[in-house]
């Protein structure tokens, strides 16, 4: 309960032994069916399923990843299509979800698969670390939920309600020593994504939803709430983009594969530096737009006013039809859309 003072004894997470680990386990399972939220990736068995949820879902939020979700399986509905697909194929169908590395090592990945294990996704846990991508936690994920290996997962909402539960912070080791020991042996995927869902919807940050929890008897923090580190301050830039759009088709310029964010990449030409002359002529529009820690005032200058500096002999013209099928940036896509172009 937020802003609850009562703490608890530390006794009380003592108390999960093996009296009454079931119980717990129990009130966990049975608090998950009748709350966890309706998600595509919790209706299969899937491996190459879940495992596209579990990469997308890193630094993407649930509502961010739903959409392109359904339209990268529709795209590439098993791991041989993926492999088989050019990476801007792939980068394409991802654009918009942002931090792009997640998108190669998935494709690198689903060629391994192909290559090492006839194109289907190992069973064990050992063999899907050993893939571009894939850590302990994704890789856990995978056997748990996919295939019912008794192995625990440890994300940053689990890790969350088993400090609360132990009423201090644990070591990297000890946590994951914790989550397997709690771990249901006949149901771990369902357990695993329990103890994610607590954490995501109920043992929230800032105010843990204590009065609602099933895991309460057994907590030492109670909402008692550890003070958190200050949010990475966000910094604030400007761009300017031009935005030439004539004869069917728009300039655009790839990205250096160098980069370290969104290498390869296709957008409008763009600039940190003013233009000359008035900051009206062709001013079209301005966007908000964040990536990462910047927030970004995005102008966006139509025609040929942006001329004399950087940005308007750059690029080269593309035709609008082959658009869908390039790795183009979110806000290249944001502004294209919001133009009608496509
Ligand atoms: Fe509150 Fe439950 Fe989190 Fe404990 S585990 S802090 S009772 S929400």
């Not at 394409?92 to 006839?118: D, F, P, T």
């Not at 308007?312 to 919001?338: D, F, H, N, Q, Y």
Request: aromatic letters at 8%.
């Amino acid at each position: 309960m937020a802003g609850k003072t009562q703490r608890a004894s530390p006794v009380s997470q003592r108390n999960i032994g093996p009296c009454n680990i079931g119980h717990f386990r129990r009130a966990l399972l049975a608090w998950y069916e009748a709350n966890r939220r309706d998600l595509p990736w919790r209706r299969t068995r899937d491996p190459y399923s879940i495992w596209l949820s579990e990469i997308m879902l890193q630094q993407t939020r649930v509502s961010g990843v739903l959409e392109h979700y359904r339209v990268f399986l529709e795209r590439f509905p098993n791991i041989t299509a993926l492999a088989s697909a050019s990476e801007d194929a792939v980068l394409a169908a991802w654009s918009g979800l942002g931090y792009y590395r997640r998108a190669r090592m998935l494709h690198q990945a689903a060629r391994e698969i192909v290559e090492h294990h006839g194109g289907r996704f190992p069973h064990s846990v050992e063999a899907s670390r050993a893939l571009p991508g894939i850590g302990r936690y994704t890789a856990a994920a995978i056997a748990s939920i996919a295939f019912q290996e008794s192995v625990a997962v440890v994300d940053g909402n689990v890790e969350r309600v088993l400090h609360r539960l132990e009423g201090r912070a644990l070591t990297s080791r000890q946590t994951w020593q914790r989550a397997q020991e709690f771990l249901s042996p006949s149901r771990p995927g369902d357990f695993n994504q329990a103890m994610m869902e607590l954490g995501a919807t109920v043992c929230l940050p800032r105010e843990p939803r204590c009065l609602i929890c099933p895991l309460r008897p057994w907590c030492a923090a109670q909402g008692e709430v550890a003070r958190r580190k200050p949010a990475p301050r966000q910094q604030r830039k400007q761009i300017w983009c031009a935005l030439e759009h004539r004869n069917g088709a728009v300039r655009l310029v790839r990205r250096s594969k160098k980069l370290s964010l969104m290498a390869g990449m296709w957008e409008l030409p763009q600039s940190t530096d003013p233009p000359r002359g008035s900051p009206h002529d062709g001013h079209w529009r301005t966007f908000r737009h964040s990536i990462t820690v910047t927030d970004y005032t995005v102008h966006v200058l139509r025609g040929q006013a942006h001329n004399g500096k950087v940005l308007a002999s750059r690029g080269k013209w593309v035709a609008i039809e082959e658009i869908p099928a390039m790795p183009i940036t979110g806000l290249t896509r944001k502004i294209l859309k919001v133009e009608g172009i496509i």
